[in-house]
């Protein structure tokens, strides 16, 4: 269980995400237990296992349970529920990577900081640290 060491906020916002791996679980039963009753934590981080101890996958049609006392709000996929500006706003954020590679192909990764720390696997090969962790595997070189 990981743990801050500072406490757990009442009611600030708390987020979580490690790129390309399983979220820790950042919050423990007994922090969000602590929190005041009917509070509704929203765990943005559930598509990557959830970083709240109780956190559990949940969908749109049944968005929230209870665990002591705490609403919890666990959607995955939760840009399903704006489908169209959330595809804006992916291809708005991708379509330049996406251009590089077709303009330069591998040579796009090597040059690009930011295609090359997105790369997880090349030939087979784990290439991220994160992926290779998480899974228990060998981590090689891109």
Known sequence: MHRSGKGF????????????????????????????????????????????????????????YEVDGIIHYCVANMPGAVP?????????????????????????VQDDPHLRNGLNVRGGRITHPAVAASLGMALSAA
């Open 84 to 108: 169209l500006t959330s595809s804006t706003a992916l291809n708005n954020a991708t379509l330049p990577f996406g251009l590089a590679l077709v303009a330069r192909g591998i040579d796009a």
């Open 9 to 64: 906020p009442q009611d600030d916002p708390v987020a979580v995400l490690i790129p390309s791996a399983s979220a820790p679980k950042f919050v423990s039963r007994p922090q969000l237990s602590a929190m005041r009753k009917g509070s509704v934590p929203v765990d943005v981080a559930i598509d990557q296992g959830g970083c709240f101890e109780t956190s559990r996958p949940t969908t749109h049609e049944a968005p929230t």
